[in-house]
Structures are given as C-alpha cells and as structure tokens.
Antibody, heavy 122, light 111 residues
Framework: EVQLLESGGDLVQPGGSLRLSCAAS????????MSWVRQAPGKGLEWVSA????????FYTDSVKGRFTISRDNSKNMLFLQMNSLRVEDTAVYYC???????????????WGKGTTVTVSS | QSVLTQPPSVSGAPGQRVTISCTGS?????????VHWYQQLPGTAPKVVIF???NRPSGVPDRFSGSKSGTSASLAITGLQAEDEADYYC???????????FGGGTKLTVL
C-alpha cells in the first residue's frame, strides 16, 4: 500500500525554524517528484514546494523562497522541508504529496499524507 | 486571491447534477496545462477525483466528470449523493509562476 506519513509539526515562535519530514512507502520513491502543500486554518490548499525524483530540481512558491528548503533522501525514502524565518502566516497543516504525470506541466498529486500541523505564534 | 478562480459554494438536491467552474488564464489553463480536481472531506486530506482534465482514478464513481475549454475547466457531478458533500479544488501548472496552483475551493452542499 502506498503511504506517506508526515512528522515534525509543532508550535514555534515567529522567526523560528522547523524541519518537517515525510516517510514514504509502497512505491519506488526515487521515481517520483514530491511536493509539500499547506492549508491554513479554514482556508484553501496552497502548493508550497516540489522536488524532482532524481534531478535535484526544486521549486518554491514565491512566499517561501529564501526561507524554506525542500530536500529528499532517496536511500531512506524520506522527504524534508526545512522552514526558517517562520511567520504567523505560515501557520497551516502541511501535507506531503506524491506527484504523478508525464511532464511537470501536467503533474498532479495522486497520493497525500494525513498532514502535520505547524503553528507559528508568540 | 487564487490564480484559479472557483465559486465559493454550490448546492444541489440528491439526484441532481451540479457543476463547479475553474477559471484560469493564458499562463495556466489557457497555455495548455492540464487541470486536476480534488475532493476534501471534512477533517481529511484531499483526494484526486479527476486528473488530466477528464480522467477518473480507479475507485472514483463515473458520476464525476471533467472538461476543459480555453482558459476554463469544469467538474460535473451527476446523481448527487450526501457523501459528495465536501470541498472541491481545481489545480494546474502556471508557467509565469513556474509552479503549481490551486483554485480557492468550492464547498458543495447536498440539500
């Protein structure tokens, strides 16, 4: 069974840092790009960042560029999101998602984890 | 404000047909990027119900269908059931932003 399990969410003060992890199982992890998608309380979905399977290419939404870093360890089937200089507006449930598609322009998220909650507050 | 525009809410009675629109621009849907649709039940993670404009993953009822034309796309649900009550999101790729984008979401209420 294909599974994604996020961890690392916590309460952190503005300006602080946090590292999210996502453990993948049930598929050949290195064959697929992976994404982080977040959902602020009572709000819609927002794509945050993505990383290619083996290419090393990374992508970020403008609001997190320079603050967040996505990475992966294909030997351990793990996806990470290092979040620095956190802001109140980063408060959200963060989902790890497996991407599917022939080319980047057609990618969609076919498998999602249950999410991990990040709260940025003083 | 989302790059893809959806109506905040739609509703329909059991058995009826509803459609949810998703309006983009020349840098996303109009550029030929595929549109995908997700269903999010309360308190759960999103689940894809339509991918590549009009394809259903296995296990999704054929009551769900998608279409795309120009800079817009639509999700149609026929034979509405109580279990369809959820939030629905469209998603595509935007070449100007060099990233993936979601619509603001539409809350479907089954009356």
């Amino acid at each position: 069974e294909v599974q994604l399990l996020e961890s690392g969410g916590d309460l952190v003060q503005p300006g602080g840092s946090l590292r999210l992890s996502c453990a993948a199982s049930g598929f050949t992890f290195s064959d697929f790009a992976m994404s982080w998608v977040r959902q602020a309380p009572g709000k819609g979905l927002e794509w945050v960042s993505a990383v290619g399977g083996t290419s090393g290419y990374t992508f970020y939404t403008d609001s997190v560029k320079g603050r967040f870093t996505i990475s992966r360890d294909n030997s351990k089937n793990m996806l990470f999101l290092q979040m620095n200089s956190l802001r109140v507006e980063d408060t959200a449930v963060y989902y790890c998602a497996k991407m599917q598609g022939a080319i980047y322009e057609s990618y969609y998220m076919d498998v999602w984890g249950k999410g991990t909650t990040v709260t940025v507050s003083s | 404000q989302s790059v893809l525009t959806q109506p905040p809410s739609v509703s329909g009675a059991p058995g009826q047909r509803v459609t949810i629109s998703c309006t983009g621009s020349s840098s996303n849907i109009g550029a030929g990027s595929d549109v995908h649709w997700y269903q999010q039940l309360p308190g759960t993670a999103p689940k894809v119900v339509i991918f590549d404009n009009n394809n259903r993953p296995s296990g999704v009822p054929d009551r769900f269908s998608g279409s795309k034309s120009g800079t817009s796309a639509s999700l149609a649900i026929t034979g509405l059931q109580a279990e369809d009550e959820a939030d629905y999101y469209c998603q595509s790729y935007d070449s100007s932003l060099s990233g993936w984008v979601f619509g603001g979401g539409t809350k479907l209420t089954v009356l």
